[in-house]
């Protein structure tokens, strides 16, 4: 770990977050960060439990004249997007992030930072380790795998809380207090397939894209960033007259923009293949060229494979990925700029008789999420795929009357001397979640400057985390009386 990550301001911060991003915490994976955040407690003294589900509660009191205050609820969620660079060599299940500091920013070697929601986890590990910082009582909370179910925020039963107000450290831009946020469901579409043997005098060519930005696919989704699994899609369907293909493998995680595609065909007449394959491949990078400017769509001979799919099901997945809705849907009526409807084509994988198709389906409107899922559903079904719909859960609805949120703007404009954007978002936050069984509960997001998240390109701001850090200290003084 490099030295100049623990010598950043505020120190306590950085020093827990290079402690975090030491130990592997791929989500479903959390096993070793929920033992060590049981660790952190219990080396503090503070009482801390793990819930049914695995989610870690650490309990600490008010300080000294802060004993009226109401309990408040610092939450963040231990487990991270594991993404790195095709030519990256990493293992997330056992390797600790490798960190360095580029200018203004803190970055990671060829794979995600973990800053999302690692400086949030970290933050709220400062605030219970400090023996300086006057807060009301707290109760810590680390949930489990947010980035591919939430499981945690869903397994969180009522009981185990009584804070009154919750305050998620899982904003992206320090100038933003989030007040809503988009439900999600995840579509998988499956079918098995016949293999045809392949004939030896066939030509075999593995083509590739790489080189796409991907990014967060609810945070991201407006950008008009390309997606791996699509260009590939349309490569092939350019292709799906003189090829047959042998396998594909496209994408990664649900809540990933795909910026990777890789798909193994065979072809009888080299020639015709390679004119199609030309055309196809220029007019995507021209297209692309303003947004995607390292876009990379190669093709290469490789060894020929011993068989592959029918032509007619190799035409009904073409047809089916082609006709599956990529990015927004709908813009919200009422909110300005805000995505109210998406999908991402996440993951496409293609081999030995069976195809897997995984998407994520995004609204703050939990009507429009399910009218977009059930249009992606059956344009699967007349595919003849089988589909499944699973991982459901609600969006967080603003509430004007947020009495933590009057708190946060007063103290922002007093600090900053300007006033802060107060908006939902179309990412999957918990507070949706959470509220189900606490109801009763004021929540409000905010957070440092991070990009890029979900990719290797993620980074988290240096001075915009040491903004956030005086504005969280501040807050946590100025929460409201019993």
């Known amino acids: 770990m490099s030295q100049e990550i623990r010598n950043l301001e505020p120190k306590a911060l950085w020093n827990n977050f290079a402690d975090l991003n030491a130990v592997p915490r791929p989500s479903k994976k959390e096993e070793r960060v929920r033992q060590f955040m049981v660790d952190f407690g219990n080396k503090l003294g503070l009482p801390t439990q793990v819930d049914p589900v695995g989610n870690v509660i650490i309990k600490k009191p008010a300080t000294s004249g802060m004993e009226n205050r109401k309990t408040i ?18 293992d997330f299940d056992t390797q600790g992030i490798i960190m360095f500091v580029d200018g203004d920013w803190v970055k990671a070697k060829g794979t995600t930072l973990g800053a999302d929601n690692g400086i949030g986890v970290a933050s709220i590990m400062s605030v219970l380790e400090s023996k300086d910082i006057p807060h009301p009582a707290i109760e810590a909370l680390f949930t489990i795998d947010e980035e591919t179910g939430m499981t945690g925020a869903i ?15 899982d904003t992206e831009d320090d100038d933003e207090i989030g007040v809503g946020c988009a439900g999600g469901i995840d579509i998988t579409a499956t079918k098995k397939y016949s293999l045809n043997k392949v004939a030896s005098e066939m030509h075999a060519f593995k083509i590739t894209v790489k080189g796409l930005q991907g990014g ?7 950008k008009g960033f390309g997606n791996a699994n699509k260009m590939m899609n349309r490569i092939l369907y350019a292709l799906k007259d003189v090829v047959l293909i042998s396998e594909i493998d496209g994408g990664s995680l649900r809540n990933a923009i795909p910026r990777e595609s890789n ?3 065979i072809c009888e007449n080299e020639d015709k293949m390679g004119e199609i394959y030309n055309t196809i491949a220029a007019e995507i990078k021209t297209e692309y060229a303003t947004i995607e400017k390292d876009l990379k769509i190669v093709i ?14 190799q035409n009904d997945l073409l047809k089916v990925i082609y006709a599956t809705h990529n990015g927004v849907f ?58 499944e719909l699973s991982g459901s859960y609600p969006g967080w609805k603003p509430n004007p009357n947020s009495a933590i949120l009057k708190v946060l703007e007063s103290v922002y404009e007093k600090m900053f001397n300007e006033k802060p954007n107060i908006l939902a978002c179309h990412a999957g936050l918990e507070c949706g979640i959470l509220g189900t069984n606490y109801p009763e509960m004021d929540m409000i997001s905010f957070g440092p400057n991070i990009r890029g998240a979900h990719s290797p390109d ?13 504005y969280l200290l501040e807050i946590l003084e100025n929460i409201p009386v019993k």
């Not at 967060?216 to 407006?222: A, C, E, V």
């Not at 993620?458 to 005086?470: H, L």
């Open 73 to 90: 609820v610092m939450q963040s969620h231990l487990d991270m997007v594991c993404q790195k660079n095709n030519d990256t060599e990493f």
């Open 300 to 313: 290469a001979n490789t060894v020929t494979p011993e068989f592959s799919m029918d032509s007619e099901a």
């Open 458 to 470: 993620e980074r988290a701001g240096i001075s915009s985390t040491q903004k956030y850090w005086k």
């Open 330 to 387: 709908r813009m919200s009526p009422d909110i300005e700029d805000l995505v109210e409807t998406s999908n991402n084509v996440a993951r496409v994988i293609v081999k030995e008789g069976g195809i897997k198709i995984g998407c994520l389906t995004r609204s703050s409107v939990e009507s429009g999420k399910m009218d977009l899922a059930y249009h992606i559903k059956s344009g699967f079904e007349l595919g003849s795929f089988d589909v």
């Open 216 to 222: 967060h696919s609810g945070m991201d989704i407006h």
């Open 155 to 169: 397994g969180l039963q009522g009981g185990y809380l009584d804070g009154e107000i919750l305050l998620n450290l």
């Open 263 to 265: 798909a193994v065909i």
